[in-house]
């Protein structure tokens, strides 16, 4: 009758005052089942009447549920329900399959990735490197491709400052040593006359002095590659420089040209100041004095260059020296203004080579400028020339 009563799935023991068993549904019949007196649902139903408890297993990973109600006749009706945990269902039932889910999971969307990032991908593959802002394959990318560009537009602008700075050195190597090999030519050729006794005595000194000019130009123009090869490696630097006046400076040049200019017929005027600025005093007295020997050089007989250095406020502006040579010259080719600065450029050649210039006089002037933060400007026609530099105070 107890088993119409109750569910396929629970067990029921009929447990007498005393603690024996009576009856129990998953007991083989006649097999001896312990005493149940001592079990906390028998006792609490005996106690109290209804009670209820739940017991796990570690071994079976299992929880069972037990309620007990005492009977008429004195006896205790005590039913019991299996119900496996969480855990347990997990290992037993679902472990297996779930893993071929998860496998199979894994696999699918390792699968998709790819194909997605191919896909995603792709585009970028077309992009064309040299122009990547022509076809962006997405609007999120513009931003990326637009640094690509200007990257790409920094570096071919570079490459280019490279390959001229590198042209101007071969080409700088091969002026100097152009340079220097003329007047070792004639420095050799005439020593090797005297060495060998063919030269009379009456042109030992002709040839002596020969060879000493050639010397000097030779000296002046290691001395102008030096120079130059400082400014070039920033070995002058802006840090060092100390106060400097530059009309006792333009004084002191002109003096030792003064028998330049009397060998080359012409008249050396000054109109100088005392302005005192912060700079190197060996740097602007080499300019000062290239730019007034040019001057003198490149002047015509019964000429003369005035030399003039004051202090200038123009417009309300920060104050700066005004440093200006003018001469009576033979005057500077239109063509040629914007190329005069560049080193060993000569307007007349056949000119430069009876003058003995080295053609790297104007170029130290202009560096002497800019470390200044100061320009040189130029001015020209048939009768004369007009340098002008311009340093700030």
Same mark, same amino acid.
């Given at each position: ?207 002596? %002095? ?10 002046? &123009?290691? @001395? =102008? ?5 400082? *400014? #070039? ?14 009309? %006792? ?10 028998? &330049?200019? @009397? =060998? ?5 005027? *000054? #109109? ?122």
């Amino acid at each position: 009758m107890l088993q119409n009563q109750v569910s396929f799935d629970t067990r029921f023991t009929l447990v007498a005052h005393d603690g024996s068993v009576l009856y129990d549904s998953e007991a083989s019949q006649g097999a001896m089942l312990e005493n149940h007196l001592d079990r906390p649902e028998i006792q609490e139903a005996f106690e109290t009447g209804l009670c209820t408890t739940r017991r796990y297993s570690e071994t079976l990973e299992t929880y069972t549920i037990y309620a007990a109600q005492p009977l008429e006749n004195g006896s205790v009706i005590r039913l019991a329900e299996t119900r496996g945990s969480v855990f347990g269902v997990f290992e037993r039932d679902l472990l297996v399959p779930l893993s071929v889910i998860l496998l199979l999971a894994a696999v699918s969307v390792f699968a998709l990735s790819r194909l997605l990032a191919k896909r995603v991908t792709k585009p970028f593959d077309q992009i064309d490197l040299e122009h990547p802002l022509d076809n962006p394959p997405y609007c999120e990318a513009i931003p990326l491709l637009a640094r690509i560009d200007a990257q790409q537009t920094t570096l071919q602008n570079q490459n280019r400052q490279l390959s001229k700075a590198e042209s101007m050195r071969r080409d700088f190597s091969a002026n100097v040593s152009h340079e220097m090999k003329t007047p070792l030519q004639v420095i050799s050729g005439y020593a090797e006359l005297m060495k060998s006794g063919v030269v009379p005595e009456e042109d030992m000194v002709r040839f002596s %002095a020969i060879i000493h000019s050639e010397a000097q130009s030779m000296r002046a &123009l290691i @001395d =102008d590659v030096l120079t130059l090869s400082r *400014l #070039d490696a920033d070995a002058i630097r802006q840090g060092d420089f100390s106060p400097v006046d530059l009309g %006792a400076l333009t004084k002191k040049t002109s003096a030792r040209l003064e028998k &330049l200019a @009397d =060998d080359c017929s012409v008249c050396l005027m *000054l #109109d100088v100041e005392h302005v005192v600025m912060q700079g190197d005093e060996a740097l602007l007295g080499q300019m000062i004095h290239n730019l007034i020997e040019n001057a003198i050089r490149y002047n015509r007989p019964q000429g003369y260059v005035w030399v003039t250095v004051r202090k200038r406020h123009p417009n309300n502006d920060s104050p700066h020296a005004e440093i200006e040579i003018r001469d009576t010259g033979i005057g500077i080719p239109q063509k040629s203004i914007n190329k005069i600065f560049e080193r060993f450029y000569r307007v007349e050649k056949s000119r430069s080579k009876k003058t003995g210039g080295t053609g790297l006089g104007l170029a130290i002037a202009k560096h002497a400028a800019l470390l200044h933060n100061g320009t040189i400007t130029v001015e020209s026609a048939s009768e004369g020339s007009r340098f002008t530099v311009y340093l700030p105070l």
